[in-house]
């Protein structure tokens, strides 16, 4: 069992930036590949970033490559999504999700979300 914890979470005005910050507890987080997800009111949850256990590789979703970057650090059992330029459709609660394998995609551990409010 993994518990995952996320943080950093906020209200921003747009252009600004935000650090999410997972932690992991249980086993470490090294065994995992790390996603972010995101889902905004009435909408579905969707993809945001993935990184790979040791943190060599990542994987964004398309329409947030260049603002959003995803990194980790294993000592710290701690998984990060720095977000730039943040803007109003940004708006969701933002969740991390731990994995066992990088392919085929799949989060066997989910935490309970941060809010991160964008405004105009």
């Known amino acids: 069992q993994v518990q995952l914890v996320e943080s950093g979470g906020g209200l921003v005005q747009a252009g600004g930036s935000l650090r999410l910050s997972c932690a992991a507890s249980?086993?470490?987080?090294?065994?995992?590949?790390m996603g972010w997800f995101r889902q905004a009111p009435g909408k579905e949850r969707e993809f945001v970033a993935r990184?790979?256990?040791?943190?060599?590789?990542?994987d964004y979703a398309d329409s947030l490559k260049g603002r959003f970057t995803i990194s980790r650090d294993n000592a710290k059992n701690t998984v990060y999504l720095q977000m730039n330029s943040l803007r109003p459709e940004d708006t969701a609660v933002y969740y991390c999700?731990?994995?066992?394998?990088?392919?085929?995609?799949?989060?066997?551990?989910w935490g309970q979300g941060t809010q991160v409010t964008v405004s105009s």
């Open positions: 249980g086993r470490t987080n090294s065994r995992f590949v």
């Open positions: 990184i790979s256990k040791a943190g060599g590789t990542t």
């Open positions: 999700a731990a994995g066992y394998y990088w392919s085929p995609a799949r989060y066997d551990y």
